[in-house]
């Protein structure tokens, strides 16, 4: 079973958005999860529009054109399924901000109510030629939403770190020379886990320190900040496991990505303590964004990435 879901997670074309089929094949090598997480298709001039204005309006997925229509025609059903479906089996309340279309499904994109906060998806397989939306076989990669909740819960739990980390991107924002995504594309279209519009959180699948707080937050959703804290195991963490992914734009529709500005960037990130451990990426794009993808990454992008991530311990 877990294969049949795999394939087709390929298939409706979601896996290569977050991060390539090729990273679920080979969840325990880190030069594997980053060459996924850096994949894109190529964007087309005709389909970039500015960052400022993107709200995930076109974002479409592979084959989606017929599913979309009739994911559409029962999104309340869908809806409904989704949402008893956290419920159950993550003790998570979440919202339904997006459907879409894809080959023999539809992916649906949610954002948790509450603390933990994260953003995942889930697969509702669609039978296009019965012309029959499946919602009861509703499904998801247990392993991307589960990382999705850890981090969130790395947040919750390192509230001070993640304060700085999220003042000083704000500041630079507030200067005018760059920018993020809109709320509205990381709802829309996000489903990375725990994502600001600057960036966002990846954990590998050898990450331990995080598991036990994941673990008592499963088994007691209500249980206090302090005991989720006390939970972490420190001892175990390894920078490597803990990828904290940051994009950012260019403010300015007519600029090509500033090498002065991404040097400073790099440089001051290279000198703050006070943020939260891990490794870092951090690339910087002009102002346009894929519509259909989603994604900033292009040819003259700037990236500061692997092998020469930057490391906080």
Request: glycine share 6%; net charge negative; with cysteine.
């Given at each position: 079973?877990?294969?049949?879901?795999?394939?087709?997670?390929?298939?409706?074309?979601?896996?290569?958005?977050?991060?390539?089929?090729?990273?679920?094949?080979?969840?325990?090598?880190?030069?594997?999860?980053?060459?996924?997480?850096?994949?894109?298709?190529?964007?087309?001039?005709?389909?970039?529009?500015?960052?400022?204005?993107?709200?995930?309006?076109?974002?479409?997925?592979?084959?989606?054109?017929?599913?979309?229509?009739?994911?559409?025609?029962?999104?309340?059903?869908?809806?409904?399924?989704?949402?008893?479906?956290?419920?159950?089996?993550?003790?998570?309340?979440?919202?339904?901000?997006?459907?879409?279309?894809?080959?023999?499904?539809?992916?649906?994109?949610?954002?948790?109510?509450?603390?933990?906060?994260?953003?995942?998806?889930?697969?509702?397989?669609?039978?296009?030629?019965?012309?029959?939306?499946?919602?009861?076989?509703?499904?998801?990669?247990?392993?991307?939403?589960?990382?999705?909740?850890?981090?969130?819960?790395?947040?919750?739990?390192?509230?001070?770190?993640?304060?700085?980390?999220?003042?000083?991107?704000?500041?630079?924002?507030?200067?005018?020379?760059?920018?993020?995504?809109?709320?509205?594309?990381?709802?829309?279209?996000?489903?990375?886990?725990?994502?600001?519009?600057?960036?966002?959180?990846?954990?590998?699948?050898?990450?331990?320190?995080?598991?036990?707080?994941?673990?008592?937050?499963?088994?007691?959703?209500?249980?206090?900040?302090?005991?989720?804290?006390?939970?972490?195991?420190?001892?175990?963490?390894?920078p490597e496991n803990f990828k904290i992914n940051i994009q950012l734009f260019m403010n300015?529709?007519?600029?090509?990505?500033?090498?002065?500005?991404?040097?400073?960037?790099?440089?001051?990130?290279?000198?703050?303590?006070?943020?939260?451990?891990?490794?870092?990426?951090?690339?910087?794009?002009?102002?346009?964004?894929?519509?259909?993808?989603?994604?900033?990454?292009?040819?003259?992008?700037?990236?500061?990435?692997?092998?020469?991530?930057?490391?906080?311990?």
């Amino acid at each position: 079973m877990y294969k049949k879901k795999r394939i087709l997670l390929c298939g409706v074309g979601i896996a290569m958005m977050l991060g390539g089929c090729s990273e679920m094949d080979n969840k325990t090598t880190n030069n594997d999860n980053e060459k996924g997480n850096e994949a894109h298709a190529v964007p087309s001039s005709e389909t970039l529009v500015s960052v400022q204005d993107y709200t995930g309006e076109g974002y479409a997925l592979p084959y989606g054109k017929e599913t979309d229509k009739l994911a559409e025609e029962n999104r309340d059903q869908i809806e409904n399924t989704a949402i008893k479906f956290f419920k159950k089996q993550y003790k998570t309340d979440v919202y339904i901000h997006n459907v879409v279309g894809a080959l023999d499904g539809a992916t649906i994109f949610v954002e948790s109510k509450e603390e933990p906060h994260f953003y995942t998806y889930a697969v509702v397989p669609i039978n296009e030629q019965e012309k029959k939306v499946m919602a009861d076989n509703i499904w998801v990669d247990e392993f991307k939403v589960e990382n999705a909740i850890k981090g969130g819960l790395y947040q919750m739990i390192f509230p001070e770190e993640f304060k700085n980390l999220n003042t000083y991107l704000e500041s630079l924002e507030a200067k005018g020379e760059v920018t993020g995504k809109t709320k509205e594309t990381l709802q829309s279209v996000g489903g990375h886990g725990y994502m600001t519009p600057y960036y966002f959180i990846a954990l590998t699948s050898k990450e331990e320190a995080i598991q036990p707080v994941y673990d008592l937050y499963i088994s007691n959703p209500d249980e206090s900040i302090e005991n989720l804290h006390n939970a972490y195991n420190g001892e175990l963490f390894a920078p490597e496991n803990f990828k904290i992914n940051i994009q950012l734009f260019m403010n300015d529709k007519h600029a090509n990505p500033s090498v002065d500005l991404f040097n400073q960037i790099t440089k001051e990130l290279e000198d703050m303590s006070e943020i939260p451990k891990g490794t870092y990426s951090f690339s910087l794009n002009d102002n346009f964004i894929d519509e259909q993808s989603a994604e900033g990454a292009k040819d003259n992008s700037l990236k500061r990435s692997y092998p020469d991530y930057i490391i906080k311990e």
